[in-house]
């Protein structure tokens, strides 16, 4: 008999963890998060949340999405990317980043109703722990992991309660591994990795410090540092990264993995943090330092059985991109509707194998664009003539060089601006953020063909109606009040909905009578003049991809899974049998 029951247990409270608990109960699952320590992260390492993101937090309720936003630094304040040879000395160049061009703004602001910002993990994971706390997890913190079984009616676990030394045994329905990127979970598991562990060493200096006379004119969240040695290890140039606009710092800096760990003393923190800020007699208030490993490292099967991981425990990478918290958040929204709707008795357990099709490729094309981003500075330090091992005497003469006026000067410098240019692939790649595309047991083409991308597709997100793709953003606004509405706010919120225009009238009868017959909920909506919902402006009627009278079937975390360009013959015979393939009835 195991001390505990729930239906789910989640090991670990990090972003994947908590997200997990804050969907499942909002959809009304029981479920028992447990963390070793005794309380949540204590560093800000997460702090690019991208709109893919947010509109997880958006669908958690306006309450989630306004306070993320209340105690996030604004986009308007990321976008200086500065290239610099200290934030005292000199700047090399700068890119506008994070959706900060003008460009880039447009097309952020077309594709979503939420912002980017930047929310450091010290603030993302109270507000995801606390919203699952109050919607009904049990959290049990200082209890440690320690291994799980599984049979076939659930998974036995048994954890170390380190208050009392004790153990205890919880049993559960399903377990979630979101237990970071040395998951025993998924050790346990048997799950299959491919790439490597430790490609790179770097340290995090965490530290107060008021520097906006170099900074506030420029506001940025990252100032890269080309100074020798920068290219050693880490994550491709010395960082100082904004935690707190701009009194609050996280400095990274590599360490050469083949050598020895270094130790990082309070003497040699504030000496890396003067060297790089340039301020010799710079004071520092050190709150910690650690050292960790640069991973290129991702699952090729992510769940077994009843056991499903997420987060780093499947994919692990540099923080390039800003994708790690991101994807675990988004990792959780993928399955936590499965699961409700399994455990509910929605949906047949086969839907859970979806999980591992849909984000295992994900996990693979985030953890390869990270590694890539590294690589991707080597151009800029070869265009500043700093290979590696280049004293600082020749640093110099190279930076001089480049302020000349003959041809090779002038050359120099468009290889500069070339090369920042180029790093708009980890510092603007809108795509990378947004263009999932799931291919699964969970969606249903009917033998559409997928639209090839227009434009590059890591830096430009292309939205579609496909079925496997996420949900375009349309505003609409609603026909009583005017109020402003995103088409994804008409959906997720853990049901399926069915989106129509006039003429469509039979699809949401025929959304009832599936409703009905399979014991699920359905949302529906038919948009157009003098219904609940108006496409004024005509976006929704460009970005849709279905006459009026179509119908798009969209899955409770937003992503299509069919699509009817027109009324069909027999709309219920269609939703049911599409309803019944998708949740595996
Ligand atoms: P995470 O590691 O956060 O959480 C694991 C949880 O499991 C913790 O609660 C831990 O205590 C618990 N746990 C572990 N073992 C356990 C056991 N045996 N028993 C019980 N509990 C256990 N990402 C991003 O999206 N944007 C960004 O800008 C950045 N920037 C960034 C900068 C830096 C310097 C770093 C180092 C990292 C980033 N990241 C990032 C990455 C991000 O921090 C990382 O991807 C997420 O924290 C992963 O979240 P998880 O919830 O998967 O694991």
């Given at each position: 008999m195991a001390d505990i029951n729930t239906d789910v247990l989640i090991i670990g409270t990090g972003p994947a963890g908590s997200a997990s608990a804050a969907l499942l109960s909002s959809y009304g699952v029981a479920n028992m998060a447990v963390n070793r320590y005794r309380w949540l992260a204590n560093t800000p390492r997460a702090h690019i949340t991208n709109q893919r993101t947010m509109e997880v937090l958006r669908d958690l309720g306006q309450d989630v999405e306004d306070e993320a936003y209340m105690f996030a630094t604004h986009q308007d304040l990321m976008g200086e990317n500065i290239f610099c040879e200290s934030l005292a000395g000199e700047e090399i160049g700068r890119m506008k980043a994070w959706g900060n061009h003008p460009l880039s703004r447009a097309e952020h602001q077309m594709s979503s109703p939420t912002k980017m910002n930047d929310l450091p993990q010290t603030f993302m994971e109270p507000l995801l722990f606390k919203t699952a706390c109050q919607r009904g997890t049990q959290a049990r913190m200082s209890t440690e992991y320690l291994r799980h079984e599984q049979d076939s009616e659930g998974v036995t676990t048994t954890c170390l309660d380190r208050l009392t030394g004790k153990e205890v045994t919880i049993r559960s329905r399903y377990l979630i591994g979101a237990d970071g990127g040395k998951s025993l979970v998924a050790e346990h598991a048997g799950l299959t990795?491919?790439?490597?562990?430790?490609?790179?060493g770097s340290m995090n200096i965490l530290f107060r410090a008021d520097l906006s006379k170099y900074v506030a004119h420029r506001p940025s969240v990252l100032y890269w540092v080309m100074?020798?040695?920068?290219?050693?290890?880490?994550i491709g140039m010395g960082l100082v990264r904004m935690v707190r606009p701009w009194n609050e710092w996280l400095i990274v800096w590599g360490y050469d993995i083949n050598g020895p760990e270094p130790e990082v003393t309070p003497e040699f923190a504030t000496g890396v943090a003067r060297q790089l800020i340039g301020?010799?007699?710079?004071?520092?208030?050190l709150l910690s330092a650690n050292?960790?490993?640069?991973?290129?490292?991702?699952a090729t099967k992510t769940a077994n059985g009843r056991v499903f991981c997420m987060g780093d425990a499947i994919h692990r990478h540099p923080p390039s991109n800003g994708l790690g918290s991101n994807t675990s958040i988004q990792d959780a929204f993928n399955l936590a509707w499965k699961l409700a709707m399994v455990l509910k008795g929605q949906a047949g357990e086969r839907l859970?194998?979806?999980?591992?099709?849909?984000?295992?490729?994900?996990?693979?094309?985030?953890?390869?664009?990270?590694?890539?981003?590294i690589a991707e500075?080597?151009?800029?330090?070869?265009?500043?003539?700093?290979?590696?091992?280049?004293?600082?005497?020749?640093?110099?003469?190279?930076?001089?060089?480049?302020?000349e006026g003959s041809a090779e000067a002038e050359a120099q410098r468009a290889a500069i601006r070339k090369a920042i240019s180029f790093?708009?692939?980890?510092?603007?790649?809108?795509?990378?953020?947004?263009?999932?595309?799931y291919r699964s047991g969970a969606v249903v083409t009917d033998g559409q063909i997928e639209p090839a991308f227009q434009m590059d597709a890591d830096l430009h997100y292309q939205p579609t109606t496909w079925p496997g793709a996420r949900l375009p953003h349309a505003w609409l606004y609603r026909h009583d009040t005017g109020a402003q509405v995103s088409t994804l706010d008409l959906c997720g919120r853990g049901h399926f909905s069915v989106l129509t225009g006039l003429g469509g009238e039979a699809w949401a009868e025929a959304a009832s009578r599936a409703a009905a017959d399979l014991g699920i909920s359905i949302a529906v909506h038919i948009i157009g003049p003098r219904q609940t919902y108006v496409d004024h402006s005509g976006e929704w009627a460009r970005l849709s991809e279905i006459h009026d009278n179509g119908c798009l079937l969209v899955r409770p975390d937003h992503h299509i899974c069919w699509r009817a360009t027109e009324l069909s013959?027999?709309?219920?015979?269609?939703?049911?049998r599409v309803l019944r393939t998708v949740l595996a009835r």
């Open positions: 990795f491919e790439g490597k562990m430790g490609v790179g100074q020798p040695g920068a290219d050693v290890g880490g301020d010799p007699e710079l004071e520092i208030e050292v960790w490993t640069v991973n290129n490292y991702y859970l194998e979806t999980y591992d099709a849909e984000r295992a490729p994900v996990a693979k094309q985030i953890v390869t664009r990270a590694n890539q981003s500075t080597g151009p800029i330090f070869k265009a500043l003539g700093m290979a590696e091992g280049v004293d600082p005497v020749q640093m110099q003469k190279n930076l001089q060089a480049r302020t790093k708009k692939y980890e510092f603007d790649a809108h795509g990378v953020e947004m263009n999932q595309r013959t027999d709309p219920a015979a269609d939703l049911g």
